[in-house]
């Protein structure tokens, strides 16, 4: 148990579905990130929210809405997705000042478009 | 220049070895740096955080970080198959307020 909980844990969803994807941190972190990594792939950092305002988004396609409605919790909205948009989706959470910014991560969202 | 920067493998360690893998980083005033290990298919683990100049052990790990030259360093002394895995470096970059990880060095330790 990291104290980042992701769910689902595994995601089947058709090119026309909408899904949602949730993180929930229970470390009194301020800072929350999606991120997208592909088979044999490096990280790819998607958004960055820090107290609860989107502070990056990286050039990430519209049908991929994140949603921070408060410290705690964030989710990645999924809309009319491609199969090229399968892959591990990665929550983690930091605090944002201090030393202790170390990020901690979630199991990940194993998601597959078909 | 990438703002993290690894050697993306993959090393081919023996069993018993040092592995030694090296990360530069191109913010100056950067703080914190972490040490994360990747199994395949699952998520990123911490094993390692440094802030100061100097060395770092804890166990078989040691962390090494050097600010004048922008570089940090794992070592993992007596190499086990166990340690094969993806390290990724991560450092924190205070004028941008957020994470900056590297794309990861891919260890194998062969028996």
């Known amino acids: 148990e990291t104290g980042v909980t992701q769910t689902p844990r595994h995601l089947v969803m058709g090119m026309t579905n909408k899904k949602s994807l949730k993180c929930e941190q229970h470390?009194?972190?301020?800072?929350m990130y999606w991120y997208k990594q592909s088979a044999k792939k490096p990280l790819e950092l998607m958004f960055v929210y820090s107290l609860e305002e989107r502070v990056e988004n990286n050039s990430v396609p519209s049908r991929f809405s994140p949603e921070c409605p408060n410290s705690s919790h964030l989710f990645l909205h999924l809309h009319t997705l491609q199969p090229e948009d399968s892959a591990l989706y990665l929550c983690a959470s930091s605090q944002e000042r201090g030393r202790n910014t170390e990020a901690f991560f979630g199991q990940g969202t194993r998601l597959t478009v078909v | 220049q990438k703002e993290v920067e690894q050697n993306s493998g993959p090393l081919s360690v023996p069993e018993g070895a040092i592995a030694s893998l090296n990360c530069t980083y191109s913010?100056?005033?950067?703080?914190?740096f972490f040490w994360y290990r990747q199994y395949s298919g699952k998520s990123p683990e911490l094993i390692m955080f440094?802030?100061?100049?100097g060395d770092k052990e804890d166990g078989r790990f040691t962390a090494q970080l050097n600010k004048a030259s922008q570089y940090v360093s794992l070592l993992i002394r007596d190499s086990q198959p166990s340690d094969s895995a993806t390290y990724l470096c991560?450092?924190?970059?205070?004028?941008?307020?957020?994470?900056?990880f590297g794309s990861g060095t891919r260890l194998s330790i062969r028996p």
């Open positions: 470390l009194g972190h301020n800072a």
């Open positions: 991560a450092v924190w970059y205070s004028s941008a307020s957020k994470i900056i």
């Open positions: 440094i802030y100061s100049n």
């Open positions: 913010d100056r005033g950067s703080q914190s």
